[in-house]
């Protein structure tokens, strides 16, 4: 038995929570998909990629809302943008456009749509079909998840059959690979039905969505009128939708599936002797968010207090079997942008209780609010553990995710909570990732801290830097946000996590795992 597990058995045991854990009862029977793809070497038919995802079906596909794990990772394959980011090197390429945006003046930009490109109904992709897809997002009326990220944006028009001009309020150096966050979707469709775009899209991708069940899962086939970069290799791919982890490792070594995201941490090793396995190192985060209209935890020094009353290295060692990397930033070293913030909370046990006796706190009661998520469930026994040592009694209030959100969090009644996130399924520039969490939604409807003078400062810098023509001034405005979001603390990184994939690497030539949550088979075949 490596360390490594016995870490792991110790924490089950002293935590108490062997055997206790709620599980979600998705076994193969319920969640097998089709059982016509038969059962020869490597698992199924050979035009047939099958895959299992970690996350369940919520809510719909329509990609001016979607966000949900499951949403974003099938668009990957049945919807297009403009200009694209790759799954793999998050690096932008031609998708729907011709040729790389032209740029007619600082803040002019036209497109053209490559020839022949269609719908998989048959129909063509127009220029009418790119401004109907900005105009939803930029519509307030539609409450778009993106509209955060296009605050640059001015308008889009029609100059041609198949070009489009973009106007911009200011030069915003990111153009181009920001035009990745709009899928373009069939105008006529849309308004035809919206509710049943939404459940069952249509794109102009390589592959087309067949059918999408929460029981059954994902089934796609290739769509053979596709002419763009990255025609499907595979005739059909199905993905079934495995929460349960055990299920997941099992359907992988029974050559169920091909493919499987989130091997569980005290799985790797074992599975590695009968698969590929590999981690990579995400943004994806465990983060600690703090209701910041409610006492204490208005006083940031409560909130540095709790940060730094963290045994974040025990935590990482113990339930994450070092699959991660404790936050220094607000990026993880080795992003592109990253920049060490001027407050890295290390473990300061003291300096956590001196912290509360200033700001005038004792014998506090938290109750920590956290999703139900694998990894998620066990750190939370060890946070509660580092928080009663400083003589913070907490309490542990674990759920499903979207019931957290629902009930507790976005109705303003918790006080602490602890979840995952990750916006680097839309973009991986500091700027993006910065808007999701410190624009909007989050400070304004969650954190409650965006009427406070250190978040719209953070405001302030994001707008100056998108303004920013010059690299280094850019990132010089991103460090101070940085250092602003990391000292207040209403919401910030505990650490970035690795994300362990599996696959059978005979089956799959050309796979290869994504540093986000989901799968891409975009240039994956079977053998």
């Known amino acids: 038995m490596t360390d490594l597990q016995l870490h792991r058995r110790d ?14 009862s998705a076994g193969l029977a319920a969640c097998g998909g089709p059982s016509s793809t038969g059962s020869g070497g490597s698992g199924g038919a050979k035009d047939t990629i099958q895959a299992a995802l970690a996350y369940a079906l919520s809510g719909g596909f329509d990609p001016m809302t979607a966000s949900s794990a499951v949403a974003v990772a099938a668009n990957l394959h049945v919807l297009e943008s403009l200009v694209d980011l ?34 998989h109904d048959g129909s063509a992709v127009t220029a009418d079909d790119v401004v109907f897809s900005f105009e939803r997002v930029l519509d307030e009326k539609n409450a778009s998840l993106f509209i955060q990220f296009l605050p640059f944006l001015d308008g889009v028009k029609k100059v ?57 899962g994902l089934s796609f086939a290739r769509f053979d009128g596709y002419n763009g970069p990255r025609p499907a290799k595979a005739a059909k791919m199905t993905w079934l939708l495995l929460a349960e982890p055990s299920t997941r490792v099992t359907a992988l070594q029974s050559e169920r599936v091909q493919a499987i995201e989130a091997v569980p941490y005290l799985n790797a090793e074992a599975l590695s002797k009968a698969a590929a396995v590999q981690s990579v190192q995400s943004f994806g985060l465990l983060f600690l968010m703090f209701n910041c209209k409610v006492e204490p935890f208005d ?30 930033s607000f990026l993880p070293a080795g992003h592109p942008d990253y ?13 956590a209780r001196k912290l509360l006796s200033d700001a005038g706190v004792s014998g506090l009661k938290v109750e920590l609010v956290t999703t139900d998520t694998d990894f998620v469930k066990d750190c939370a026994p060890l946070i509660k553990q580092s928080w009663d040592a400083i003589g913070v ?54 954190s409650f801290n965006s009427g406070t003078a250190e978040a ?15 690299e280094g001034a850019r990132r010089a405005l991103w460090k ?41 088979f975009l240039d994956v075949g079977r053998a």
């Not at 998708?95 to 007619?104: Q, S, T």
């Not at 497109?111 to 269609?118: E, I, M, P, Q, S």
């Not at 920049?339 to 300096?351: C, E, F, L, R």
């Not at 059978?504 to 799968?519: D, I, K, V």
């Open 11 to 24: 924490f089950l045991r002293y935590t108490g929570l062997l055997g206790a854990a709620a599980t979600i």
């Open 86 to 119: 790759d799954p793999i090197t998050r690096k932008p390429y031609n998708a729907l456009a011709k040729a790389e945006p032209e740029k007619v003046d600082d803040t002019t930009y036209r497109v053209t749509l490559r020839d022949g490109a269609k719908f």
């Open 160 to 216: 041609g059959a198949s070009t489009v001009e973009f106007k911009l309020k200011y030069a915003f150096a990111l153009f181009a690979e920001r035009l990745s966050v709009v899928k373009v979707v069939p105008r006529k469709l849309v308004q035809a039905d919206q509710k049943k775009f939404d459940s069952r899209p249509v794109g102009s991708g390589p592959f087309e969505l067949a059918s999408a069940s929460a029981t059954d």
């Open 299 to 328: 006083d940031v020094r409560v909130r540095q207090a709790l940060h730094y009353g963290l045994d974040t290295g025990k935590l990482i060692k113990t339930a994450l079997l070092g699959n991660a990397a404790a936050a220094t």
């Open 339 to 351: 920049v060490k913030a001027s407050t890295v909370y290390g473990y300061d046990p003291a300096k």
């Open 393 to 446: 009694s907490t309490t542990l209030n674990v759920g499903q995710s979207g019931g957290q959100y629902s009930n507790r969090v976005d109705t303003g009644k918790y006080q602490v909570m602890a979840a995952p996130g990750d916006p680097s399924v839309f973009g991986n520039d500091c700027d993006l990732l910065m808007r999701w969490f410190y624009v909007g939604t989050w400070p304004e409807h969650r």
């Open 456 to 470: 719209k400062k953070v405001v302030g810098l994001l707008d100056e830097a998108a303004r920013e023509a010059g």
């Open 480 to 520: 101070q946000a940085i250092d602003i979001v990391a000292e207040q603390a209403a919401l910030y990184p505990v650490f970035h996590r690795k994300l362990v994939t599996g696959w059978n690497r005979e089956a799959l030539p050309g796979f290869r795992p994504m540093a986000t949550t989901g799968l891409s």
